[in-house]
C-alpha cells in the first residue's frame, strides 16, 4: 500500500480492529504443526475485517498449495534416495565375488613357486589393482549401511595407544621411502571401550590423506587424554586445507582437488566415513591449519562406550589380531608408486613413426606404451607439463593422452597443442576411464582426432593408432612434395578439420537441461561419474596382464606349468567381463537418463543369425545349469535396419534371465517373421511371474525375487525394453506363478 493512501479496510474503530488482530493471532498461533487446515474468521461484524480476514486466507490457502508441492518433491526426493542407496549395495554386492574370485587364485599362485619372475610381476599388478578395487567397493557398502542406519560400533575393551602405535607402524616403510620423518607419540597404555577395527578405519584415512597431501618432511600422530576422552592429533606439513573447505571435505564425494588435475585418486569418501564412525562413538572430528603450515585433523573420543551399551573384552587378544593388517595393505599399495622396469623403446627402423604416450598411472603408462612400442617408437609423460616439454623436443607423430592427470589435464594439454601452429598437425588421441558425454565433445571441438574409452581392447587401441599415424606421416610426405603449395595445403587440411569438428558437434548434440532440484541428485550424477572412472580404470591392467600372460604360455610353455594355470587365466577373464558388463550396464542406464542413448542401426541385420550367435556364447552357462536350449529360426531368417550390438544385448539379457530362473528344465528359443514384423520368443519351465509384476519387472532397479537368492542389479530387463522401444518394437512377457515365462519381442521389418 502507498504511503498516505486510505482504504476501506481501516475503517474499523482501532478498538475494533485491535480485538479482531489479536483473534486473527491467536487463530494463526494454533498452527504449530506445519498445517495451514483452518480459516480465518473476523469475530466482529465489520465489512473492513471482513475484507482483512478474505486478503489472510487467500495467503493461507497459497502456503496450504506450497506446502503440498513441497511434501511431493520431499517424497520424490526421498525416495531417490532409497533408489540410490539399493544401487550403492546391490553394485557392491555384485562386485566383490568375481574380485574374491581373483584375489584368491592370484595369491595362490604368487606364493606357489611355479611362476617365473615376467609371470610374477603380471600377477603382482592384477593383485594390487584388484585390491584398489576392493577397497573403493567396500567403501561405497560402508556408505550404503551407514545410510541404511544398519552399521553400528562393536565396543570392546582395548588399549587404545598401542591400537594407534600397532596401526602407525603400517606406514614406517612408507615413511622411510619418502624420507619423511613421521614422529608417533602415545602414553604407554591408554585402556578405552572402542570398536578397534572402526577406529584403525579412521586412523588409515587420516594418516593416508597425510601421505598423499603432505610435502614429505614431517608427519606427526599424537594421542593424549584427559579426564574421560582420548584426543588424536594428525598433522603434516601440506598446503593445508582452504577455510571454506573444512566443513565440506567431511562431505561425501567432496574433494578438495579439482577432478581433472588431482594428483590422488579416490571417490571422496575416506574423510565422510571416517567422521561417521567417529560420531558413532559420539566423538567428534575437526580440520585445522597446523603450527607452521599444513593440515592438522583433530579427532576426540569418549574413552567409555555409552551407558548401557555391552562391552566386550579384547585386552587378551594379541596386537596382529586387533590391527587388521588387511585393511592397511590397500592404502599403503595406494600410496606406494609400483617399482616398473625401465624398458628402451623398440623402434621400427631410424625412420620409425614415434607415439609420446601421457598417463600419471605408472602400471598403466607401462602397459600401454608396451601395447604399441613393437610398432613404433614411444616416449613417455606422467601429466600434460612434462608432455610439453617432451613435444618441444621430441616432434612425435601422435599424441596419446589421459584426461585426469596432476599439474596438466588432458583436456588443458589438447588446448595447449592446438595453440602450436607447429603441432597443429599432430593427431591426439584421448585415453580415459570417465563416460562423459559432454567432455568428448568439448575435447574434439578443442582439436581431438579420436577418444577410447578404457577398459579398452589391444587390438582396437593399435588399429586407431596405426589409422591416425597413416594420416599424419602422409600428410607430411604430401607437403614435402607439394612444398610450393604448403599454405594451400595448409588451409585446406585447416578447413577439412574444421568442418569435422562441426559435424561431430553437430552429430554428438545431446539434451543438456538438467532441472535438479536439490544438491543430492547432484551429487549422485557426480558419484557416478567418479565411481565409474574409479572401477573402470583397474580392470584396463587386469584385462591386459592376463591376455599378455596367455599369449606368453601359449608361446613359451616350457617357462610354467600352462594346463595348470590356464584355467585360472581363464576364469580371471571371465570375471573380468562379469565385471565390464555390470559398469557397462550402469553406463547405459545413465545414458538413458540423461537421453543420451543412441541406436547404430545398419541394414538388412539378420535377427536369426544373431540369436544363433548368442545361445552358442553362452552355451557355457547352459550347458552348466543343465538347461539345454532348443533354439528353431523360420527360413527365410527375418532382417531389418537394427543395432546387431544392442540386438545381441537384448537375446543375451533374456536367455540370461531363462538360465537364471528357469530351475534346471529346458529353454526355447524362436524367432519367426509374418509379413510386418519379426518375432523373437524365450519361453523357460521355472518359477514364473506373477500378473501384477509382470509390467513392474521392466522398471528400473524392480526383479521379481529376492536378490538374496538370483542376485543382480533389476536392470536387464529395463535396458532391454529401452533398446526394443528405440528400434520402434514392443516387448511383453506372458506367465503364471510356477508355469514359467515367455518373452515376446517384436520388431519392425526393413521396409514394413
Known sequence: MK??????????????????LDDIANQLAVAVDGRFDFTIKAALPDESLDKLAMLINFVVEAARRA???????????????????????????????PLALILGPTEKWLTSGLVADEQRRDLEVVMRNARGLLKTVNDLLDVSKLEAGRMTPRFARVDLAELVRGTCALFEGLAIERGVAFDTSTPDELPAEVDSDMIQRVLLNLLSNAF??????????????????????????????????????????IQ???????????????????????????????????????????????????????????????LSERVAANHGVATIDELRPPVLEVEA?????????????????????????????????????????EALAKLASQKPDLVLTDVMMPEMSGDELVREIRKDPALDATPIVVLTAKADDELRVRLLEMGAQDYVMKPFSRAELRARVRNLVSAKRAGDLLRKELDSSKNDLEDLVREVSLRRHELEKTLDE????????????????????????????????????TQLLVRTMRTSPEVVKTERIRPYLEMCNRQIATMVRLIETLLDVSRLRLGTFTLKAEPGVDLGEVTREVVSRLRPQWEAAGMPVVLSIDAPAPRGPWD?????????????????????????????????????????????????????????????????????????????????????????????????ATFIVELPLEGA
Open 3 to 20: 504511503p498516505g493512501h486510505r482504504s476501506d479496510y481501516w475503517s474499523a474503530s482501532e478498538e475494533a480492529l485491535r480485538v479482531a
Open 67 to 97: 506446502l503440498g508441492d513441497l511434501q511431493e518433491r520431499n517424497a520424490r526426493l526421498a525416495e531417490l534416495d532409497r533408489l540410490k542407496s539399493a544401487l550403492l549395495a546391490n553394485v557392491s554386492h555384485e562386485l566383490r565375488t
Open 212 to 253: 598423499k597431501f603432505g610435502l614429505g618432511g614431517r608427519i606427526s600422530c599424537v594421542v593424549e587424554s584427559s579426564e574421560d576422552v582420548a584426543t588424536l592429533r594428525i598433522q603434516d606439513n601440506g598446503p593445508g586445507i582452504p577455510s571454506a573447505m573444512r566443513e565440506k571435505i567431511f562431505e561425501r564425494f
Open 256 to 318: 578438495v582437488e579439482g577432478e581433472a588435475t588431482r594428483k590422488a585418486g579416490g571417490t571422496g569418501l575416506g574423510l565422510a566415513i571416517a567422521k561417521e564412525f567417529v560420531e558413532l562413538h559420539h566423538g567428534t572430528i575437526e580440520a585445522r591449519d597446523a603450527p607452521g603450515g599444513g593440515a592438522l585433523f583433530i579427532v576426540r573420543l569418549p574413552l567409555e562406550a555409552p551407558v548401557g551399551t555391552e562391552v566386550l573384552d579384547e585386552t587378551s587378544r594379541p
Open 345 to 385: 623403446a623398440q623402434p621400427h627402423g631410424a625412420d620409425g613413426a614415434m607415439v609420446l604416450v601421457v598417463e600419471d598411472n605408472p602400471e598403466a603408462n607401462r602397459f600401454i606404451a608396451s601395447t604399441l612400442s613393437d610398432e613404433y617408437r614411444v616416449v613417455r609423460a606422467s601429466n600434460g607439463r
Open 510 to 545: 545431446t539434451r543438456r537441461a538438467r532441472d535438479e532440484i536439490q544438491r543430492l541428485l547432484h551429487l549422485r550424477d557426480e558419484f557416478i561419474s567418479v565411481a565409474g572412472h574409479e572401477l573402470k580404470t583397474p580392470l584396463t591392467p587386469m584385462s591386459i596382464q
Open 644 to 740: 546387431r550390438v544392442r540386438l545381441e544385448q537384448v537375446v543375451s539379457n533374456l536367455l540370461s534371465n531363462a538360465i537364471k530362473f528357469g530351475g534346471g528344465h529346458p529353454i526355447e528359443v524362436a524367432v519367426s517373421r509374418d509379413a510386418r514384423r519379426a518375432r523373437l520368443l524365450v519361453s523357460d519351465h521355472g518359477i514364473g511371474i506373477s500378473v501384477e509384476d509382470q509390467e513392474r519387472i521392466f522398471n528400473r532397479f524392480e526383479r521379481a525375487s529376492s536378490i538374496k537368492s538370483f542376485g543382480g542389479l533389476g536392470l536387464g530387463l529395463y535396458i532391454t525394453r529401452q533398446i526394443v522401444t528405440a528400434h520402434g518394437g514392443t516387448i511383453h512377457v506372458e506367465s503364471q506363478p510356477g508355469a514359467g
